[in-house]
Each structure stands twice: as structure tokens, then as C-alpha cells.
């Protein structure tokens, strides 16, 4: 069992930028963040292996980055240029399998979501 607990989550204006912090009790293979809305099913964001190789679902890239200190087990979300679309609980997982990415990452842990509002 692996500890999450996320945090950065706020409400902001449209353009704005937003950090999510993740801290893990313990260190993972892979981590990642995923995004839930009451009007979308819930998608995968971002994801970060053992070897730091990130990647980004596609309405995300260019405006996010997701990274990690291994050392802390912390991870990240850079979000710049949010969009209304945007809100949604995020939340954190990981997978303690190597070289995921977001097309196969399978959680095995999640967070308990903080809240981004992003208003137009």
C-alpha cells in the first residue's frame, strides 16, 4: 500500500497557472495524475516512469509538466495556460511497474483528488 496525498489544487482564472503536488510514502516505478469532472468520464493526464520519460494526453500537451523527486517521492503538475475545460479533481496514483506511459499505466494506488476550478 502506497500513501498519497496531493495538494495545490484553487480556483483560478482562465490563462492562470497552478502547481498539484503529490507526496508519496514510499517510492514507485511509475506515477501519474488523472482528472475527473461530474460531466466527463474520468482520463488519464499525464504520466512519468523510472527513467523520468513523461507523457502527456493530447489536450494537455503544451501546457503541462509532469516531474518528480525521486529523493522526496514527490510528483508534480505544472499547469499553465488553464482552460475552463480544465477543472476537474485531480488525482495522483502510481504504478509500480516500469516504463509506463499513459496509454497502459494501471494504478494501483490513488490520492484523494484536489480540486481545480478554472473560470472563463
Known amino acids: 500500500q502506497v500513501y498519497l496525498v496531493e495538494s495545490g489544487g484553487d480556483s483560478v482564472q482562465a490563462g492562470g497557472s497552478l502547481r498539484l503536488s503529490c507526496t508519496a510514502s514510499?517510492?514507485?516505478?511509475?506515477m501519474g495524475w488523472f482528472r475527473q469532472s461530474p460531466a466527463k468520464r474520468r482520463e488519464v493526464v499525464a504520466a512519468?516512469?523510472?527513467?523520468?520519460?513523461?507523457t502527456y494526453a493530447d489536450f494537455v500537451k503544451g501546457r503541462f509538466t509532469i516531474s518528480r523527486d525521486a529523493t522526496k517521492n514527490i510528483l508534480y503538475l505544472q499547469m499553465d495556460n488553464l482552460e475552463p475545460e480544465d477543472t476537474a479533481m485531480y488525482y495522483c496514483?502510481?504504478?509500480?511497474?516500469?516504463?509506463?506511459?499513459?496509454?497502459?499505466?494501471?494504478?494501483?494506488?490513488w490520492g484523494q483528488g484536489t480540486q481545480v476550478t478554472v473560470s472563463s
Open positions: 496514483v502510481t504504478d509500480n511497474t516500469p516504463f509506463r506511459t499513459i496509454d497502459n499505466i494501471m494504478p494501483d494506488n
Open positions: 514510499r517510492y514507485t516505478h511509475s
Open positions: 512519468i516512469d523510472h527513467m523520468d520519460k513523461t
